[in-house]
């Protein structure tokens, strides 16, 4: 919770007054010469009373975060400082150059974020966007964008592709992922000329700045897979594979991850452009839903809401040592998981077999505990000839 001197105070910069400040700024910019001068006298001084001021003279969380929040509130507050104040930008330019060296810090040298592909769109394109309008204020001279890590990033976002419209939605990913045109046009243009066949399908936006590139960087992108893949990205501990009949995605990793869900060995699977067995995604976000002691009460985030097993009763518990250790080998996957639960339990080893037209998942245990098995699909199942039946898939 925030101190109470911050709660509705006018200079208090979070994440959303942040991107209203760049949105401002930039909304002035390209209608310079069509507002009315009341209007644009009264933009720059709410600009500069909230956000040019109070950066100056305060220092803020967001500063010491190595997440998203790094790259959305100080990528737009640098940008903000590039359109409105240059004086005060240079002044406190260390600072937003720490913000945006502490984002890249979030990403591993895989271009691999552990807060899912939604966030790394969200945090990677105010990234962009401010070391894109810093180039050009240099002419050239500063050049942050064409990177390895961000290279390596663009390939990451093609990879977690599973259909047309999903993206392996672990952590706060959810279950349908729009890429904005812009985002993956400037990735192409100007990162990655490599990058595959891609899905960017949104061109109206909410976010005013991402609106302005939609129209200005637009161009048809090209829908659909350039080759059915399996990619292991072993250190994070995340696999998707795809053919031309589903597409399946399995994470390791431990239980306190950004945006971390209570979902070591889980996994969803796709067919037909839908989530036959589920990950739910992002849950609605509020005070007491993102506090890490209130997981399980949140089934978005709990293992109660993903497709792993409950043990003696319990579910997966928050916290680093609770983790799982993945290894693949041809078309078999392996989630060694027991280290996840804190019950009394020696071995959990969950194995798939990817075959063509299936997938057998085989899970090992101790002969000891009580296990149920948990399978979230948002389709009811239906019994058809002795077998379950979602979205005419069968798990027998």
Not at 331 to 354: G, M, Q
Request: hydrophobic share 35%; glycine share 6%.
């Amino acid at each position: 919770p925030l101190p109470a001197d911050r709660l509705n105070s006018p200079g208090h910069i979070d994440l959303f007054a942040a991107e209203t400040g760049l949105f401002m700024a930039e909304i002035k910019y390209a209608l310079f010469d069509r507002l009315s001068p009341i209007v644009a006298e009264r933009i720059t001084n709410e600009i500069d009373r909230r956000i040019v001021q109070s950066f100056k003279n305060n220092h803020f969380v967001f500063e010491d975060y190595k997440s998203n929040w790094a790259a959305v509130c100080g990528g737009s507050v640098g940008a903000t400082l590039l359109y409105e104040n240059l004086d005060i930008y240079m002044e406190v330019k260390p600072r937003i150059e720490k913000c945006m060296s502490n984002y890249l810090e979030s990403i591993d040298d895989e271009g691999v974020t552990s807060e899912g592909s939604a966030y790394l769109q969200y945090g990677l394109s105010y990234y962009l966007i401010y070391n894109d309008l810093l180039k050009k204020e240099t002419f050239g001279r500063i050049d942050n964008i064409k990177i390895n890590k961000l290279i390596k990033s663009a390939q990451f976002l093609s990879d977690m592709n599973m259909s047309s419209d999903i993206s392996y939605p672990y952590a706060d990913g959810g279950g349908k992922q729009t890429y904005e045109v812009w985002f993956i046009n400037y990735l192409k243009n100007n990162v990655y000329p490599e990058l595959p066949a891609f899905y960017g399908n949104k061109v109206f936006s909410e976010k005013v700045s991402w609106a302005i590139r939609n129209f200005l960087m637009y161009e048809p992108v090209t829908k659909g897979l350039t080759e059915n893949k399996t990619t292991f990205y072993e250190k994070f501990g995340v696999v998707v594979s795809r053919n031309d009949t589903y597409a399946i995605g399995v994470k390791a990793g431990h239980n306190q991850e950004e945006h971390n869900h209570n979902d070591v060995g889980s996994f969803c699977v796709v067919a037909k452009n839908k989530q036959v067995l589920c990950d739910l995604g992002q849950p609605l976000y509020t005070m007491e839903s993102l506090k890490p002691e209130n997981t399980d009460k949140v089934i978005e985030r709990s293992s109660f809401g993903h497709n792993v097993p409950i043990i003696d009763g319990m579910p997966q518990r928050y916290g680093r040592e609770y983790y799982g250790k993945m290894s693949m080998d041809a078309n078999t996957v392996r989630v060694d998981f027991a280290k996840a639960y804190s019950t009394d339990i020696n071995k959990l080893l969950r194995t798939f077999e990817l075959n063509e037209n299936e997938i057998l998942l085989i899970d090992e245990f101790d002969e000891n505990v009580k296990w149920q098995e948990r399978f979230v699909t948002e389709t009811e199942p239906k019994v058809v000839n002795g077998n379950i039946n979602i979205d005419n898939i069968a798990i027998l």
